[in-house]
């Protein structure tokens, strides 16, 4: 299906917030599909399904962060996304149907 939107951010992708791996700007990013999301993480890619998406929070200090929570057990559980512009992130997650708590 055809991308809806694309940024580059910061990326945590791991078992937890303890025990995970992370990614700074430039080296994360996210692309958004009506039928998946797509996390990137230097040269590695996490693709969840938009059925196996069960929430997408807001997440941090400054509510900057999304984060990812899903049903698929082969994808790490903890998956969090922070963006330099969350409004139009958050309007773009909603517009390919997403629903942001």
């Keep these: 299906m055809q991308q809806l939107y694309q ?3 910061g990326v945590v992708i791991g078992r937890s917030y ?7 700007w430039p080296f994360g990013g996210i692309e958004v599909y009506y039928d998946k ?3 990137r993480m230097l040269w590695f890619r996490t693709e969840i399904k938009s ?3 069960t929430s997408i929070e807001k997440y941090g200090w400054f509510k900057n962060s999304l984060r990812i929570i899903h049903k698929n057990a082969s994808i790490s559980p903890y998956i969090t996304y922070s963006s330099f512009h969350p409004k139009r992130l958050v309007q773009k997650l909603i ?3 997403y629903k942001i708590k």
Excluded at 18 to 24: D, K, V
């Design 7 to 9: 940024e580059i951010g």
């Design 18 to 24: 303890w025990f995970n791996s992370q990614a700074s």
């Design 37 to 39: 999301i797509v996390v």
């Design 51 to 53: 059925y196996d998406i």
């Design 95 to 97: 517009e390919a149907g």
